[in-house]
């Protein structure tokens, strides 16, 4: 992490941020460094970033490294995230460095190297905002369009057609973590970025029992980013990115807040037409409809009511769906057991390799069995064949994902012990989400209420 590679320029980047809810108006990398930019084989543009590297401009009295932790942490869930198809920053690697890290206690130092589209922020266009440079925010805006929205350019109005494909990606984004209990931690506007990748992997977890209100993050106590409340949060964020595009979507101050506005305005549909279709797939419906909307409710409030996991119980519905009834159309019905595409183009788990039934680790109460009457009878309404209606829901409902007390066992293994492999394993694992092997139970079982991690920290 002191090695500069040939041919490098790195800087620390500097941004502004809502920081729950109170303006910060300058921040910036204080323990990362932007190494620079690669172009890969697939001919798109990466940033490298090495995240603990030292200290920095921005490091306000903090000494710039991580511990070995968080960099374990982040390289779990990041790399898990990547596979259950979420759009994420991609952790390249993480080493130790030999250094002793201070925070309430001695620690290990590391280094993660990071890779991104771009780590330009909603943040790092507030900053410019805020300072009225509106030259440096024109600058940024036209690198971002070209960068990341290049089909804005061709619109009447460029910058309103890049605040729309922000809209659109982080409504999408964060639907998918709604999707799979993924819960963010920390989700200020310096840690959302215009590309729809997810970023910041700090005081993060995976929910195990369902709770909307479910939080675990030490430093949120007032649960402003609990899992029910990211949607909202999210569409606040972009509002402040609204706000601070003002100056360039319209010479017209009114003119420029009404676009702003719509563009905002369009967001919860979004977000909702996004969820609506994932927790469809999650079901094992082909389309969903607004009259799905109560079948949603009350499996949620079923779940909440029986504190059920969250994960086994979309896992469990995968495996019932292979006997479920189906549509009189079924045998013929396009996308069969042989098809191997899921939404969106992602290659689907199939036929025996999808592994054993999840029974042994979860069963339905018996309160339960009306809902679960009145599912069969809506997917005996689709026009599907019992094997890919399975096959489809296993592809987006996954056994295995980072749960809370696994990653402290790795991490907890790696910091005092010095052995990584409880985190090589459990990486390899998560590698697989979709697959279920009873051999690897231990890493699908919930945690005994011993193992419960009820609060996670952030590196800082």
């Not at 494909?165 to 963010?184: D, E, K, P, T």
């Not at 788990?349 to 339905?364: D, K, N, T, W």
Request: aromatic content about 8%; charged content about 20%.
């Amino acid at each position: 992490g002191n090695a500069v590679p040939d041919g490098a320029n790195p800087i620390a980047t500097v941004y502004a941020g809502h920081q729950f809810g109170s303006w910060n108006p300058q921040l910036g990398d204080g323990r990362a460094i932007l190494l620079g930019e690669v172009i890969a084989s697939d001919g798109k543009r990466y940033d490298i970033q090495l995240k603990g590297s030292g200290r920095t401009a921005y490091s306000r009295g903090g000494d710039g490294r991580s511990p070995l932790g968080p960099v374990l942490r982040e390289y779990l869930v990041s790399e898990a995230m990547a596979t259950l198809g979420v759009p994420t920053t991609r952790s390249l690697g993480a080493v130790t460095t030999g250094e002793t890290v201070y925070r309430e206690q001695a620690l290990p130092g590391a280094v993660l190297t990071r890779v991104a589209q771009s780590h330009i922020r909603i943040g790092t266009v507030q900053f410019f905002a805020s300072r009225r440079d509106t030259e440096g925010l024109r600058a940024l805006v036209d690198h971002v369009i070209q960068r990341h929205y290049p089909q804005a350019s061709e619109a009447d109005n460029p910058v309103r057609a890049l605040l729309d494909g922000v809209v659109q990606r982080q409504a999408s984004l964060v639907a998918r973590w709604q999707l799979l209990g993924f819960i963010h931690g920390v989700m200020n506007t310096d840690n959302m970025l215009l590309s729809g990748e997810t970023i910041d992997y700090g005081p993060c977890a995976f929910m195990d029992t369902f709770d909307p209100a479910t939080v675990y993050s030490s430093i949120d106590q007032g649960g402003r980013y609990a899992y029910q409340n990211q949607p909202g949060i999210a569409h606040w964020n972009i509002s402040c990115l609204a706000q601070a595009l003002l100056p360039l979507l319209h010479d017209d101050a009114d003119q420029a807040v009404a676009q702003g506005q719509a563009a905002i305005d369009a967001f919860p549909d979004l977000f909702q037409q996004a969820y609506r279709l994932g927790l469809g797939r999650k079901l094992g419906l082909t389309r969903s409809t607004p009259a799905d909307d109560e079948l949603f409710s009350q499996l949620l409030t079923l779940m909440k009511e029986t504190q059920s996991d969250f994960t086994l119980t979309f896992r469990r519905l995968a495996d019932l769906a292979g006997s479920a009834p189906s549509g009189p159309l079924a045998d013929g019905a396009p996308g069969g057991q042989n098809s191997g595409q899921q939404a969106g183009g992602q290659n689907m788990p199939q036929g025996p390799s999808l592994g054993a039934p999840v029974s042994g680790l979860f069963e339905f109460p018996e309160s339960f069995a009306p809902w679960l009457d009145k599912w069969r009878q809506r997917l005996a309404q689709d026009q599907t064949s019992p094997a890919a209606r399975q096959a489809e829901m296993y592809a987006a409902n996954p056994v295995f994902i980072p749960r809370n007390h696994l990653v402290q066992e790795a991490i907890s293994a790696a910091e005092e012990q010095q052995d990584f492999r409880p985190f090589n394993r459990l990486a390899d694992i998560l590698a697989e989400p979709f697959r279920y092997d009873p051999a690897l139970e231990r890493y699908a079982t919930p945690p005994l209420p011993e193992q419960v991690v009820r609060q996670t920290f952030c590196g800082t």
